[in-house]
């Protein structure tokens, strides 16, 4: 290895002195931080030793002072956007779709869980079932179905076919 110029090494030692000399003023400062918050510390101790009386002075106004610095504004809740009938009728044509891939015979939907499937904690139960009703083509049957004239019930269940899912199918409520 060749030797380095005496100015090189005397560079490199000022760098690492310049360093070390803003770590050592950094720690003064955090040292004199500290020293003050002790000196204030110690300031206030003798004010908490007051008497009795005037410790329930005291606390009446602080009281009413704290109450109004906790005041904050409140954030209003961001609002739940619902799926459509048409995001419904498209997941279920995509789960027979993959069905059908799969070379499965039928698949069963239940307007409860797909709704818990795609939108957990919202209500929404009316257009899932609306959704799963469009989605019935002949030959399409339920397994459960709500005594409802509209039909609309977490317990409605319909077993799609999915051996022919060829798009001249009726619809199940044109038959």
Same mark, same amino acid.
């Given at each position: 290895?060749? @030797? &380095?110029?005496?100015?090189?090494?005397? *560079?490199?030692?000022?760098?690492?002195? !310049? #360093?070390?000399?803003? !770590?050592?003023? =950094?720690? #003064? !400062?955090?040292?004199?931080?500290?020293?003050?918050?002790?000196?204030? =510390?110690?300031?206030?101790?003798?004010?908490? #030793?007051?008497?009795? =009386?005037? #410790?329930?002075? *005291?606390?009446?106004?602080?009281?009413?002072?704290?109450?109004?610095? !906790?005041?904050?504004?409140?954030?209003?809740?961001?609002?739940?956007?619902?799926?459509?009938?048409?995001? %419904? *009728?498209?997941?279920?044509?995509? &789960?027979?779709?993959?069905?059908?891939?799969?070379?499965? /015979? %039928?698949?069963?939907?239940?307007?409860?869980? +797909? $709704?818990?499937?795609? *939108?957990?904690?919202?209500?929404? $139960?009316?257009?899932?079932?609306?959704?799963? +009703?469009?989605?019935? /083509?002949?030959?399409?049957?339920?397994?459960?179905?709500?005594?409802?004239?509209?039909?609309?019930?977490?317990? $409605?269940?319909? @077993? %799609? %076919?999915?051996?022919? +899912?060829?798009?001249? @199918?009726?619809?199940?409520?044109?038959?």
């Amino acid at each position: 290895m060749p @030797r &380095k110029k005496k100015e090189e090494v005397v *560079e490199e030692v000022k760098e690492v002195e !310049k #360093k070390t000399s803003t !770590k050592k003023a =950094a720690t #003064k !400062k955090t040292a004199a931080k500290k020293a003050e918050t002790k000196d204030t =510390a110690e300031k206030k101790a003798p004010a908490k #030793k007051a008497t009795a =009386a005037k #410790k329930t002075a *005291e606390k009446k106004p602080a009281a009413k002072k704290t109450t109004a610095k !906790k005041t904050t504004k409140k954030e209003a809740k961001p609002e739940v956007v619902k799926k459509s009938v048409k995001d %419904y *009728e498209d997941i279920i044509n995509w &789960k027979k779709g993959e069905a059908h891939g799969m070379d499965w /015979l %039928y698949i069963e939907v239940n307007a409860n869980d +797909l $709704l818990t499937e795609v *939108e957990a904690g919202v209500d929404n $139960l009316e257009t899932v079932c609306n959704a799963i +009703l469009n989605c019935m /083509l002949e030959g399409d049957g339920f397994i459960n179905e709500p005594s409802e004239e509209n039909k609309v019930s977490a317990d $409605l269940t319909v @077993r %799609y %076919y999915c051996d022919n +899912l060829n798009p001249d @199918r009726r619809k199940y409520f044109e038959v």
